[in-house]
């Protein structure tokens, strides 16, 4: 049984840093695309960026760009996504998620997790 299981999300402040964590079970972590999209309360999910199964490609939003870091451990089968001078708008629950095959929308992927509430405060 695949399971994916985000952490670190919490209520931060405006400039504020914040490290997600994404923990793979259940799968050949090296093997698969990792990835992270958000979803806002309203809104559609939306993506934030993947890392190729091979760690060569990388892949970010334009919000993401400069400011948030996708990066994974193979010995733990663990993604990251280390974001720095975050917003109020990049309040969200965030959702990673694994895949052979790359997919611009969440359920395109094959296999994502529960999400972790990230709020940031103005």
């Known amino acids: 049984q695949v399971q994916l299981v985000e952490s670190g999300g919490g209520l931060v402040q405006t400039g504020d840093s914040l490290r997600l964590s994404c923990e793979a079970s259940?799968?050949?972590?090296?093997?698969?695309?990792m990835a992270w999209f958000r979803q806002a309360p309203g809104k559609d999910s939306e993506s934030v960026g993947f890392i190729s199964y091979s760690d060569i490609t990388f892949n970010y939003a334009r919000f993401a760009e400069g400011r948030f870091t996708i990066s994974r451990d193979k010995t733990r089968n663990t993604m990251y996504l280390q974001m720095s001078h975050l917003r109020p708008e990049d309040t969200a629950v965030y959702y990673c998620?694994?895949?052979?095959?790359?997919?611009?929308?969440?359920?395109?992927?094959?296999?994502r997790g529960q999400g972790t509430q990230v709020t940031v405060a103005s």
């Open positions: 259940g799968l050949s972590f090296g093997d698969y695309n």
């Open positions: 998620a694994a895949a052979k095959n790359t997919a611009p929308v969440l359920h395109g992927w094959d296999y």
